[in-house]
Every structure is written in structure tokens, then in C-alpha cells.
């Protein structure tokens, strides 16, 4: 009995092992991306910026194709943050293979930023320009992004940010823009061939990277000209932000900027805040599909694959070709 039971049994195990085993081969190998044609420029990768004002991180530079053959032609530059998941190469811990199945089932952990605007370059649609990204600091990713002004200044008092057990006076948010405008900037503009005024500096992130956007250009509205804040996490504040910037957003007439969310996974509760910071872009001058945008994305959820899918637009929003 046990050898008949044994002998039927074996095919469909070895079956499964087979089906299984195929899975595991087309997780570990599909290209995901396949943006081959565009992977072009070159990359300058330090593993430890110093900082006075937060924790040594890494940071990557993306330089567009072309940019050693002429020395005469100067580039805009766009600030990322979540640094490590700009770009699908080996220096970022999320393209090692263990992460793999994360990527697959995530349709993909990068935005391939390098991707999406050398290729946008190559249809003339906007202007090459020099990418920073900016690595998170696991652990204090939320104390870094979160605007820090609008939490601890707000008439209500907040008692923790989200869900992570971070009060407001944790938040180091200042801290992090002034790295970024006191001493990676400068160095970025001394060293490379930047176009480093107003207009030609802009700041990008999703989520919580939206929302560190949003307050660089109400902190410093004479650095950036421009920010792209995509899935804008206002839920974290409850708000509080937008009552903030009703007071402290800079007046239309030098900046560009651009807002976006889905109503799919988690942006399904943004669209109420986003409405209410719309209205807040009207009352300080903004034109509507001129010098601000906002859109929204029928059934995108909070991913990736959703931003690498739609970053063209605010890539066009801010260096486009007139």
C-alpha cells in the first residue's frame, strides 16, 4: 500500500518541484525593466558624504550622455531623495539578489530615473540635466522627510508621527535640507558643470519624498525653482503642512511646481489634502497647468512601478523644451 501510494504520489511532487523551480528561474532572471536602450549616461557613486548636519550616507550623481564632451555646456540639476531606489545598479543594496523577488512582486523597486529622462532627451522634450540621489538612512527615513515647522508649530499638538513611535521634536527635517542646500550643493557646484541659479535647481521625491519637496521650496524659495511631489503623503500630518504653507508658500512667479496622486493603494486617502493645498497654490498666485500642475492617476497605488510609469510628466513639467 505504502509503495502504490508512494509511486502515485512521486509525479505530482516532482511536478510541483519542476513548476516551482521554473518560478524561482523567471523571479531571478526577468528584466523588469527593459530600458536597455536608455541606460546611457555614467554614474559617480560616493559611499560616505560627510555631513555636519546629519549621518554620512551615500550618494549618487548621474551624469547625462555627452556630458565630458563638451566642457563649455552647463546642466541643471534635480535634487532625489530615496537615493537607493533612483537607479537599477549595483551599488544600491536593493539590486542584490535577495531582493529580487521583492522587486517582482513589486513590478519593480527602481524609478530608473536615468532611464526615463535620457530617453525623454533623446525625443527633445526637455533638457539633459545632472541628477543627486540622495540615500535614506533606514531607521530615521521618517524623522529626515518629515517637515518638521509644520508639526511642531501647528496649534494642534501632535504627539507622533504615523506609526513609528517618532514625536515631532524628533524630526531632523531642517537639518536635512541644510545638508542639502549648505553642503551638497556647493559641492555639487563646485565640482560639476551645473547651472547652480534658482531656476535650474529643482527637488523631486514621493510620499514622504513629496512632502520634503513641498517644504524645500517653502523653506528655501531662493535655492529651488522647481519641486515634483508625487504621491504626496499628507496623511502623516494630518494636514498640518498645508495649513503651514497657507502662510509660509512662496508667491507665484519664480517657481515651478508639480503634484500628483492615484487612488489606488494608500494615495486613496491623499486626493481631500491635495484639494485643500490646491487651493492654497490659487491663494499665493499659482496658475493651474503653468507654473503648478496637479494630476491624478485613476487606480495607482503607492508604488515604484506607478512612479517610474508617470515621472516623464514632471520630468517635462520641469525642463522642458519650450
Given at each position: 500500500m505504502a509503495y502504490f501510494f508512494t509511486k502515485s504520489i512521486l509525479p505530482f511532487v516532482l511536478f510541483t518541484v519542476a513548476l516551482l523551480l521554473l518560478f524561482f528561474t523567471y523571479v531571478f532572471t526577468v528584466d523588469i525593466y527593459q530600458n536597455h536602450p536608455y541606460k546611457k549616461g555614467s554614474f559617480v557613486h560616493y559611499?560616505?558624504?560627510p555631513s555636519d548636519n546629519i549621518s554620512a550616507r551615500p550618494v549618487d550623481i548621474w551624469l547625462p550622455e555627452g556630458y565630458s564632451d563638451d566642457p563649455d555646456i552647463n546642466y541643471p540639476v534635480i535634487y532625489l531623495h530615496d537615493g537607493q531606489m533612483m537607479f537599477n545598479k549595483e551599488t544600491s543594496p536593493h539590486s542584490s539578489i535577495w531582493f529580487r523577488p521583492l522587486d517582482w512582486w513589486w513590478g519593480g523597486i527602481f524609478w530608473d530615473v536615468d532611464a526615463s529622462i535620457t530617453e525623454l532627451v533623446s525625443q527633445k522634450k526637455i533638457e539633459p540635466a545632472i541628477l543627486i540621489s540622495i540615500w535614506t538612512t533606514y531607521g530615521?527615513?521618517?524623522?529626515?522627510?518629515m517637515p518638521k515647522k509644520p508639526v511642531t508649530e501647528t496649534p494642534t499638538y501632535?504627539?507622533?508621527i504615523?506609526?513609528?513611535g517618532f514625536t515631532p521634536e524628533m524630526i531632523i527635517s531642517d537639518h536635512y535640507l541644510r545638508f542639502i542646500v549648505e553642503e551638497l550643493k556647493p559641492f555639487?557646484?563646485?565640482k560639476y558643470r551645473?547651472?547652480?541659479?534658482?531656476e535650474n535647481t529643482f527637488i523631486m521625491g514621493a510620499s514622504m519624498?513629496?512632502?520634503i519637496s513641498a517644504y524645500a521650496i517653502s523653506e528655501y524659495p531662493d535655492v529651488f525653482g522647481g519641486a515634483a511631489c508625487l504621491s504626496t503623503d499628507w496623511t502623516l500630518g494630518k494636514g498640518a503642512e498645508i495649513a503651514w504653507y497657507q502662510k509660509y508658500w512662496p508667491k507665484a512667479g519664480s517657481h515651478r511646481v508639480y503634484f500628483d496622486f492615484g487612488t489606488g493603494y494608500m494615495d486613496v486617502n491623499y486626493e481631500p489634502y491635495q484639494n485643500e493645498m490646491d487651493k492654497v497654490m490659487v491663494s499665493h498666485g499659482y496658475t493651474e497647468g503653468q507654473d503648478w500642475v496637479t494630476k491624478k492617476y485613476e487606480g495607482a497605488g503607492h508604488f515604484p512601478r506607478e512612479w517610474r510609469a508617470r515621472i516623464h510628466t514632471p520630468l517635462i513639467f520641469l525642463l522642458g523644451q519650450d
Open positions: 559611499e560616505n558624504f530615521k527615513r521618517a524623522i529626515e522627510l501632535m504627539t507622533e504615523g506609526n513609528w555639487v557646484d563646485r551645473t547651472k547652480s541659479d534658482r519624498g513629496g512632502l
